[in-house]
């Protein structure tokens, strides 16, 4: 059974950094594209960030966190990371990490939440 575990979510100020943390757990192969979303309570889920790694690796990020945040992943641990620098206010939701896989398949994880207080 696939699982993914998220960390590094939690309560920072304005200005200040987090780092998540997406692990992966159970046999899944063939990742294809790993991402996070969020929600904001009363918000539509959107996405924050994704990186797809096929013949070269493709970078995708929201345009409201373009400069501030950055999405890695580590292909041996099947994990991806999401730091975020320069938090706002408004980037206050609970973040989901995502896994898509060439079969197809799409994985969630339970989320963890962000919130920044200004």
């Known amino acids: 059974q696939v699982q993914l575990v998220e960390s590094g979510g939690g309560l920072v100020q304005a200005g200040g950094s987090l780092r998540l943390s997406c692990a992966t757990s159970?046999?899944?192969?063939?990742?294809?594209?790993m991402g996070w979303y969020r929600q904001a309570p009363g918000k539509q889920r959107e996405l924050v960030a994704s990186?797809?790694?096929?013949?070269?690796?493709?970078?995708t990020y929201v345009d409201s966190v373009k400069g501030r945040f950055t999405i890695s992943r580590d292909n041996a641990k099947n994990t991806v990371y999401l730091q975020m620098d320069y938090l706002k206010p408004e980037d206050t939701a609970v973040y989901y990490c995502?896994?898509?896989?060439?079969?197809?398949?799409?994985?969630w994880g339970q989320g963890t939440q962000v919130t920044v207080s200004s």
């Open positions: 990186i797809t790694t096929a013949i070269r690796t493709i970078y």
């Open positions: 159970g046999s899944i192969f063939n990742i294809s594209t």
């Open positions: 995502r896994v898509t896989t060439l079969v197809p398949a799409i994985y």
